[in-house]
Structure formats: structure tokens, C-alpha cells
């Protein structure tokens, strides 16, 4: 039998939690084969099984958070199995072992002069869950009476308290241990949890009331792992923003004619296709702004190429997968490599590399109405820019005449210690006069 260990899947990955299982007790599996889904600190992971065989046992309840080394599962091989011995007739010493602890008493007495009766296949039950009360009928051995103590016998308690994943949940938000939980039945309800919480806050002191209808959300995977960046890059880099309006009616334009053009047909061209080309040419005057800071060498990286960010919005937070070596690619490549990231990223399964190494990032507010805002670096990145919703604004042409224009805000944040004002000023009107004539990429 073989134990299956939760893996780092990640740099440095400490926990995570059980989302899914594609498996239960029985299925048999191959190598490879997707046995679970795990949250980690970053993002959605499918588990592939190392071993092949029978699922013996889910070691861990949906929802559960675990470290990484913890089992997860047990799986038999087909070897193993053919050569497990059939189970013996179980006798009534069976009754103090820790599989049957917590199962009804057996009903009556017998001697040897009753007749016996037809032997019970013995019920396959978990371990520390007892079977049911139904199935326990057994014979006393000659000559004795069989009995049980049935006030020890519902003293005991399952070794592992059986409950549904949601309710394994709210014990854990509550720092309830389900084992210490009395049961009304054979699995331990919401209602139980709630019970002994009810009873357990008459003993302890009274927390602070919450307002009506508060709720609460466990601080977790991506959204705790985006906290702790976003606070460590706030408090470790010093952030400097600057704000740039500009006419970008050239570039809607483009954009119009690029969605007609039948060479790019099958990908997605949007204004943020075009937003990323000009950040990359504008990268190439200021090279700056795709550095990192080495505070163990005391130096300044200057990376070879860039691995460009796009924030995704998600529904367990925000995510920021990278296109690798976005600076080599073409504009119709680009394209395909921002529609495979976005809906990887939307079905939350972006793998953990694909968030590491970033160079520079790219965050579109505008898709929420938002004209600017001020982004937080993330950690190990020179610069970020939001792009600001693109509207039809009054605009004073070079002819002095107001006239209604597409226009957007950029917003560029960028870590101090490796751009000064003057680097961050002029890569962010160089993305500025690109977005404003796309010609201007030619001189680039």
C-alpha cells in the first residue's frame, strides 16, 4: 500500500488546501491519472497520482488545509491486492478493536444449545466509524454468554469524527475539534458543531459582537498569498506614481482595423493588445523598468528579456500569470499568448511558474469604469501600469476646436531605488505617444 504525501508544488510552498476530489475509495487508477484539485498560495493545481492501483482511503476532507508532506491518500497496487488474505470470520474479541469502538452492543445472549445461524459476511467499514447496528448480529462462542458494556461502548469515541466536508468546515472556523463534538446520530451535523459552539461559549469569554449579517471569509490560497505580497512590496519598495491623459483615438482606430484583418482572426484584439506592444518598445529605450534589486548582492538586475504581467481578476482573487519573452514576440503571437494566460487564469488553473519571475505588469482598470489608480509594485518588479477606462471625452484638437475624442489615463508605479523620475517619465510618454499615433512604433 502506498501513502501519497502532499507535494511542494510550488517555490517554497508550505500548506494547501484539498478543493476537489476527481477520485473516491474503490476507483482504480493509472499513473498520471488527476486524482484531486489543490489550492495553494497561488493558484488552482490538479494532482497526478505517482502510483497505479486501488484507491484505498481519502486521508484528507474536501476543504481541508494540510502541510505539505501530510498524506493525502492511500492507494493499493494490483499486486498487493491479489495477495491480501481473504478476511477471517470475526469473533467477538473483534468488538474492542478500534474499527468496531462506538458500535451498538450485541443484541441478546446465546449458548451453545440455540441453533446457529448462517454466517455474516463481514461489513467493510472505515476505520474509527463503526458499521451499522443493522449488521451486527454475531454468535457467542460455547459455553459463554456474550456481552458487552454498552456504557464503555458509547463512552468511546470514532477515532477520526465522521462529518461532511462543509461541517469539518465551520468546526475549523469556529476551532471546534470534531472529535470532542457529541453526535446525534451516525455523523456529526451542522447542528451538533453548532450545539457544543453554543455550549463551549458558556464556559470561555464572549467574543466581540459581530454586526448583523456579518461574514466571514478564512484569509486563504490566492487571496492570502496576495496580501502578504502586496504588503511586503508596499513596506519594501519605494513606490512613486505617475499619471499621463492622452488621446488614443489612433489606437482605437488600429484596433477596428486589426479585428477586420483575416490574419487575426482567431485571437482576441482588444486596446490592451496594443497597450502591451508600446509598453515593450517604450522598455526597450528605458531598460530600467524591467530590473529587479538583489539586496543580498547590493545590485541592480537588468533582465536580458521581458517576462510581461497581466493581471486577471478571479474568483478566488487576483492572479498575475506572465507571458515569457513577451519583447521577442510578434503582435499576432502576443495575441495568442494573452488569450491562452487570461483563460487559464479565469478557470483557475494557472500553475505556479507561470506567476514566478515576472519582469513588468500590466493591470487593466478600465474594464471596470475606472479612469486611474494608484498599483502596487509586485514584489521583485521595477514598475506597474494601469490603464484607465477608454471613453469619448471633450478633447482641444492641435486646431484649438473641442471635439470628442477616445481617451484613457495611464498610471505608471514604479520601485525608486532602480527608476528615478526622469527614467519613469520618459518610458511612460513613450507608451504615451504610442498609444496616441501607433505610427510612432516605426521609430522605435
Known amino acids: 500500500m502506498s501513502e501519497f504525501k502532499l507535494p511542494d508544488v510550488g517555490e517554497g510552498l508550505t500548506e494547501a488546501e484539498i478543493v476537489t476530489w476527481k477520485v473516491k475509495v474503490g476507483d482504480v487508477i493509472k499513473v498520471n491519472d488527476i486524482i484531486v484539485d489543490i489550492e495553494t498560495a497561488k493558484s488552482i493545481v490538479e494532482l497526478p497520482s505517482p502510483y497505479e492501483g486501488t484507491i484505498e482511503e481519502l486521508l484528507v476532507a474536501e476543504g481541508q488545509t494540510v502541510d505539505v508532506g501530510t498524506p493525502i491518500i492511500r492507494i493499493t497496487s494490483a499486486d498487493e491486492a491479489a495477495a491480501a488474505p481473504k478476511a477471517a470470520a470475526p469473533t467477538a474479541s473483534d468488538f474492542s478493536t478500534p474499527e468496531f469502538i462506538g458500535a451498538p452492543a450485541v443484541e441478546g445472549t446465546a449458548t451453545a444449545a440455540e441453533p446457529s445461524e448462517p454466517p455474516q459476511e463481514r461489513q467493510k467499514v472505515l476505520v474509527g466509524y463503526g458499521p451499522r447496528a443493522s449488521s451486527i448480529k454475531r454468535r457467542a462462542r460455547k459455553g459463554a454468554v456474550a456481552s458487552v458494556d454498552t456504557e464503555k461502548v458509547a463512552q468511546h469515541k470514532p477515532l477520526r469524527a465522521l462529518a461532511k466536508p462543509p461541517v469539518r468546515k465551520l468546526a475549523k472556523d469556529l476551532g471546534i475539534d470534531l472529535g470532542a463534538v457529541p453526535s446525534t446520530g451516525e455523523i456529526i451535523t451542522r447542528a451538533d458543531v453548532e450545539a457544543f459552539a453554543g455550549r463551549a461559549s458558556t464556559q470561555a469569554p464572549a467574543p466581540q459582537p459581530s454586526g448583523a449579517g456579518d461574514v466571514r471569509i478564512p484569509i486563504k490560497g490566492v487571496r492570502k498569498m496576495t496580501a502578504e505580497a502586496m504588503v511586503s512590496s508596499a513596506f ?61 548582492a547590493q545590485e541592480i538586475v537588468l533582465k536580458g528579456s521581458v517576462n510581461l504581467g497581466i493581471a486577471a481578476a478571479t474568483p478566488r482573487g487576483l492572479v498575475v500569470p506572465n507571458v515569457v519573452g513577451a519583447d521577442s514576440m510578434s503582435l499576432l503571437e502576443l495575441a495568442r499568448a494573452f488569450g491562452e494566460l487570461i483563460t487559464t487564469a479565469r478557470d483557475g488553473k494557472t500553475q505556479p511558474a507561470q506567476m514566478a519571475g515576472g519582469s513588468f505588469t500590466i493591470t487593466n482598470i478600465g474594464v471596470f469604469g475606472i479612469d486611474a489608480g494608484t498599483p502596487i509594485l509586485n514584489p521583485g518588479e521595477a514598475g506597474i501600469l494601469a490603464v484607465g477606462a477608454i471613453n469619448k471625452r471633450p478633447w482641444v484638437g492641435d486646431d484649438d476646436e473641442i471635439v470628442a475624442r477616445w481617451v484613457t489615463t495611464l498610471a505608471l508605479s514604479f520601485d525608486h531605488r532602480l527608476v528615478d523620475g526622469e527614467q519613469g517619465s520618459r518610458f511612460l510618454a513613450d507608451v504615451a505617444a504610442i498609444l496616441h499615433d501607433p505610427a510612432v512604433a516605426l521609430t522605435f
Do not use: C, G, Y
Request: charged letters at 25%; proline letters at 7%; aromatic letters at 4%.
Open 236 to 296: 519594501t519598495a519605494p513606490h512613486v506614481t505617475e499619471w499621463v491623459t492622452v488621446d488614443v483615438s489612433k489606437t482605437v482606430q488600429l484596433v477596428k482595423q486589426l479585428k477586420k484583418d483575416p490574419v487575426f482572426a482567431d485571437v482576441r484584439v482588444s486596446p490592451l493588445l496594443i497597450v502591451a506592444k508600446a509598453v515593450l518598445l517604450a522598455m526597450k529605450r528605458t531598460p530600467e523598468l524591467n530590473a529587479s534589486w538583489d539586496e543580498a
